[in-house]
């Protein structure tokens, strides 16, 4: 079963939105908005995908959103960032 969430996020870059699809209670896709900058992970390539399962991520329903607002965010990510390998 899938899940997609959005929720603030922080990093060297500064405060942030994340955006996360969470598969069988695992993260199995991520994007990170950081004002211009953005980046994502997955399976293939998890430099920037979350390594804990869902029950430690402290995403409840109130950050819980549609696929199509995820599949937003994750195709504006692959354009603005092309995978490179």
Known sequence: ???YFKHYA??????????MEI???WPSRQVE??????????????KYLADQPF?????G?????SAEEFERAWQEALKRCPPSS
């Not at 029950?55 to 995403?59: A, D, P, R």
């Not at 329903?61 to 959103?65: M, V």
Request: charged share 30%; net charge negative.
């Open 1 to 3: 079963m899938k899940q």
């Open 10 to 19: 922080e990093s060297e870059l500064g405060a942030g939105t994340a955006y």
């Open 23 to 25: 598969t069988d209670g």
């Open 33 to 46: 908005v950081y004002g211009e900058t953005w980046r994502w992970g997955d399976e293939a390539h998890n």
């Open 55 to 59: 029950e430690v991520l402290e995403l």
């Open 61 to 65: 329903e109130e950050h819980e959103i």
